[in-house]
């Protein structure tokens, strides 16, 4: 339990004040009133977040991952990816669709893959995305 809280006092302030929920975001108002009819009605489309650095594109999604699954579920179910770490059609093609494509027995719905600053992405792995079922 020590080491757990060791890990967070040593985080990042972004990281350690990131809100959990939804209702914990401060503005977007009417995008988090769109997610969360999203996840009420268990139809949640593919969504492109841009704008500026520093306004709450990553919270908000997380938010939303957080949201949708129990902590032991999150990591079976959402695949989070910084596209600026390794940009490559490799990764797009071993990581993501094996992901997408393994089925959970534990849990019914969908997977979450979020790539963080996609547009860092090489033009293959985008194609490759798209190509993606």
Known sequence: MVQLEEKRINLP???KYRPNKLDELVSHDDIIKT??????DDQFPHLLFY???????TSTILACAKQLY????Y????????A???R?????????????STRNMFH??????????????????????????
């Open 13 to 15: 302030w972004v990281e």
């Open 35 to 40: 997610i969360n009819k999203f996840i009420k």
């Open 51 to 57: 704008g500026p650095p520093g306004t709450g594109k």
């Open 70 to 73: 129990t902590p032991s579920e």
């Open 75 to 82: 990591g079976k179910m959402v695949l989070e990816l910084n």
């Open 84 to 86: 600026s770490d390794d």
């Open 88 to 100: 490559g059609i490799k990764i797009v093609q071993n990581a993501v669709q094996t992901f997408a």
């Open 108 to 133: 019914k719905g969908f997977k979450l893959v979020i790539l963080d600053e996609a547009d860092a992405m090489t033009m293959e792995a985008q194609s490759c995305l798209r190509r993606s079922k």
